[in-house]
């Protein structure tokens, strides 16, 4: 088989990258480990940016998302026993959507398809290699079991962080930057209608607490939890009672319903802050990680191939290689300021028992700003919305 950019990965990056190289007449075939079915019921993010909403329009793939996404002009800060509006569109002039990651695969996908791209599913085996000379290639066993070498002029790991791209990258070339939280996220769906019209992000005495939503009446919830708890230990009941007690508000009612799935996430933030390598280019999860809180992981990613496409387009198209050498250093501008971001938006809303006294009345005072000031909602608001993509 013989292609123009293998892309490995069909998580947002990789399908994102297969749309915008098929919309400028560069071939790509996608591979991917697991099946169709496994990609789009996996439970992720839920926030869109709104340059993302424009670009899925843009590509004549956001018809069900303008129809089913919930667009919100902002988010509910919660502390302290009261509720703050954040309005973004007011601040920024831009609104978020909400739609399930899962939900933009299965429009991302089938529309791939209907293009005829090649989209591989269930492979195995994976493994790439002579990205160091002008015709690198990735040998794989297609889902048959047959084993396919894919001869490329590009190879793009969009394999998420615990793909094999980013090992493809020697060890000594590879410049990797992390860092852990003290948290983690007890996630479940459950079916209930929504309770509040937006986002609420509430910091409790007993902890960080999300309400988001996938559906009239699918809700996606979540609590901050010790990253080591088990399932086990979070019976409905539990769950339940736990966030009735970290929304609490007078007058208002968080609805429940049947929960229909948990599940528990570290929180941490990652970058390799080396995304190329002779031929082969990382982008999305496989260069770097952030903790859910600000909602950016779905959309750097994307933020990713948009940068990586435009330089292939310039390689393609004007024999240029000048975007190609600059990937990395552009993706990281953006890169670190989401790494921030969503490492302020972790260290402002969880409860951190480590905290002295004296700290949490600065942390409460932080909240507390953000709520009183414009200066310093635009600052949060310009970012969770979207930097402009450039
Ligand atoms: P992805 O990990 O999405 O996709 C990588 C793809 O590569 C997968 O389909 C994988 O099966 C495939 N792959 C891996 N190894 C392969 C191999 N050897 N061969 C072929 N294919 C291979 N972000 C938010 O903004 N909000 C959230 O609430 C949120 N929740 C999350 C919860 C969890 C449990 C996780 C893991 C992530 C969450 N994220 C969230 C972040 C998430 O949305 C990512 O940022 C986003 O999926 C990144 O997209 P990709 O870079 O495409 O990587
Ligand atoms: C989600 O809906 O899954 C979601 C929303 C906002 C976040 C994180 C996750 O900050």
């Not at 667009?71 to 739609?99: A, C, N, S, W």
């Not at 309770?195 to 409790?204: A, F, G, Q």
Request: proline share 4%.
């Amino acid at each position: 088989m013989r292609t123009q950019i293998g892309i490995i990965g069909a998580g947002p990056a990789g399908l994102f990258l297969s749309h915008l190289l098929h919309r400028i007449g560069i071939d790509c075939v996608v591979l991917e480990n697991r099946s169709r079915h496994d990609i789009e019921n996996t439970i992720r993010a839920g926030v869109l940016e709104h340059w993302l909403i424009d670009l899925m329009n843009e590509m004549g793939l956001g018809e069900r998302m303008m129809r089913e996404g919930r667009p919100d002009t902002g988010i509910t800060m919660q502390f302290l026993g009261q509720r703050h509006h954040l309005d973004f569109e007011e601040l920024t002039g831009k609104k978020i959507t909400v739609y399930a990651q899962h939900e933009v695969l299965k429009d991302l996908v089938a529309a791939r398809l209907a293009q005829g791209g090649p989209l591989l599913f269930s492979v195995s085996n994976v493994a790439i290699a002579d990205v160091e000379t002008d015709k690198p290639r990735i040998t794989f066993n297609d889902a048959e079991g047959a084993p396919q070498v894919l001869d490329c002029d590009f190879i793009v790991g969009c394999d998420g962080f615990h793909g094999p791209s980013r090992q493809a990258i020697p060890q000594s070339a590879r410049q990797e930057l992390d860092m852990h939280y003290p948290w983690g996220w007890l996630g479940i769906l459950a079916e209930a209608p929504r309770s509040w019209h937006e986002l609420v992000y509430s910091n409790h005495e007993r902890g960080f607490a999300l309400l988001s939503t996938r559906s009239p009446m699918t809700q996606r919830i979540y609590l901050q939890c010790d990253p080591h708890d088990s399932l086990d230990a979070w019976s409905d009941d539990r769950i339940w009672a736990e966030m009735q007690e970290r929304f609490a508000f007078p007058g208002w009612e968080l609805f429940e319903g049947k929960i229909f799935q948990k599940s528990i996430v570290g929180l941490r933030s990652f970058v390799c802050q080396t995304m190329q390598h002779g031929r082969l280019f990382i982008a999305g999860d496989a260069a770097h990680i952030v903790p859910p809180t600000g909602a950016k992981g779905l959309n750097l990613s994307v933020a990713d191939v948009v940068m990586l496409s435009r330089g292939l387009d310039d390689w393609y198209k004007k024999g240029s290689k000048d975007r190609l050498d600059s990937y990395t250093e552009t993706c990281l501008t953006r890169i670190w300021k989401y790494e921030r971001f969503s490492w302020y938006m972790t260290t402002l809303f969880h409860r951190n028992d480590a905290e002295t006294a004296f700290e949490r009345r600065i942390h409460l005072a932080d909240l507390d700003y953000v709520c009183s000031s414009k200066a310093a909602a635009t600052a949060l608001a310009e970012i969770y919305v979207g930097l402009p993509i450039g």
